[in-house]
């Protein structure tokens, strides 16, 4: 079993696999439930119950993921932003290897907690063929957040295959599900 650690964002399987957001019209992340203080937490996601999945013309690719990231931004009316800090996968089926390439950043709705990445690259290796996952420019839709003791990140996307890619990964979109976890509460809040 290798780790593969990285600055940046998964999304995309891995990569992928990335998270904030909120229910309801909440502009705020925060621990506690308390009005009044504005947080930018750190947010350490862990994986609930198995793998995180991205089923690619080849194979699907199971792995363990944890990641770190810390809220930047949050202001009233506006999407909750993050930076991705570290991401892990252990344990990847059929001896695959994930590398975040660029981490990208997130973005999370208030209005429907639909979290969003942007500008991350994923690459995906297994004797010597090749895959990238990327997340667009504008936003490409990972899943969503509920809040909670702990939070919950539900990964539902169709990840867009990049460029530099091997003819084996296939030229369409990727499916990627499966759920994170935080490992202390998070909530929303709408100062």
């Known amino acids: 079993m290798k780790y593969v650690r990285t600055l940046g964002l998964l999304v995309v399987a891995a990569a992928a696999m990335l998270s904030f957001a909120a229910n309801a019209s909440a502009d705020t992340w925060t621990t506690t439930t308390s009005k009044g203080t504005v947080e930018t937490p750190t947010v350490h996601w862990v994986n609930e119950g198995g793998h995180v999945t991205l089923q690619n013309p080849i194979a699907t690719i199971s792995c363990s993921l944890t990641k770190v990231e810390t809220v930047t931004t949050h202001e009233k009316g506006k ?8 991401l892990t996968t252990t344990g990847c089926t059929n001896s695959w290897h994930i590398t ?4 990208g950043t997130t973005s999370a709705e208030a209005s429907n ?33 509920t809040g909670g003791s702990p939070a919950t990140l539900h990964i539902e996307a169709s990840l867009p295959i990049g460029s530099g890619s091997s003819g084996l990964c296939g030229t369409s979109n990727v499916k990627m599900e499966g759920s994170l976890v935080s490992t202390e509460p998070l909530h929303t809040d709408d100062n």
């Open 79 to 86: 999407p909750v932003l993050a930076h991705l800090n570290e």
């Open 100 to 103: 975040t390439v660029t981490g």
């Open 113 to 145: 907690g639909e979290l969003k990445s942007s500008g991350a690259r994923v690459e995906m290796t297994r004797l010597g063929v090749k895959c990238f996952y990327e997340t667009a420019g504008g936003g490409t839709k990972i899943g969503t957040v």
